[in-house]
């Protein structure tokens, strides 16, 4: 068990619809990174933030956003689903923004847009 | 810009058999290097990772990596395959950004497949 919480485990919509999935990281982290992992396109970075500011973006598209919480948990909104949205998204959290540190990755949220 | 490469999207080996996942990095500066792993349904997690304390890095599980510069190399390997190795690897390299400095991501490779046969 990594510490790091994602919620829900499984989700299944349809096209044009909107989702929002939940990360909670580790304690004591401050920082919070959104992969998405698909069969084409592997495991991209998408978005980070620290201490509830935006500090890196990724391959992000527009009908995407984050946003990170007081309370440091992470929310990632996906808009106008389109089929191709469909992956394992993963959240990740790690104390700082060093790139020495270890990212602790959650179980990952698998999004199916039908 | 900074990638990684890793040479074979699955590698097939016999229990008790040395397994050996080849990863390429390309990067301008010295980088920070990492070998993950993901078993079905699950998270990745971390196996080891180089920072430039020590080319050969011992980690989890009884794997080790070792980071070669001249041939822009960090090549997992494991002296003998037990069955609960089977999963994918992951190689990936800390994104410095745009001036050099590190952003935190990581950049991974494609992934390999390990089978262990019996």
């Known amino acids: 068990d990594s510490g790091v919480t994602q919620t829900p485990k499984h989700l299944i919509t349809a096209t044009g619809q909107r989702v929002t999935l939940r990360c909670s990281p580790r304690?004591?982290?401050?920082?919070v990174y959104w992969y998405q992992q698909s069969l084409d396109q592997g495991l991209q970075f998408l978005i980070q933030y620290y201490n509830g500011e935006e500090r890196a973006k990724g391959n992000i598209l527009e009908r995407f956003s984050a946003q990170q919480f007081p309370d440091l948990h992470s929310e990632l909104n996906l808009s106008s689903l389109e089929l191709g949205d469909s992956a394992l998204y993963f959240c990740?959290?790690?104390?700082?923004?060093?790139?020495?540190?270890?990212?602790?990755f959650g179980p990952g949220t698998r999004l199916l847009v039908l | 810009a900074q990638s990684v490469t890793q040479l074979g999207s699955h590698v097939s080996v016999s229990e008790g058999a040395l397994v050996l996942l080849r990863c390429n990095y390309s990067s301008s500066v010295p980088p920070y290097l990492f070998w993950y792993v993901q078993y079905p349904n699950q998270g990745l997690q971390l196996l080891l990772k180089y920072t430039s304390a020590a080319t050969l890095v011992k980690g989890i599980n009884g794997f080790e990596a070792e980071f070669k510069k001249s041939e822009t190399s960090f090549h997992l390997t494991k002296p003998s395959a037990h069955m609960s190795d089977a999963a994918e690897y992951f190689c990936?390299?800390?994104?410095?950004?745009?001036?050099?400095?590190?952003?935190?991501?990581?950049?991974f490779g494609k992934g390999t497949k390990l089978s262990v046969k019996p």
């Open positions: 990936a390299v800390s994104d410095l950004g745009n001036y050099g400095g590190s952003q935190g991501n990581l950049i």
């Open positions: 304690s004591g982290d401050l920082s």
């Open positions: 990740a959290s790690s104390f700082g923004t060093s790139g020495i540190e270890t990212q602790y």
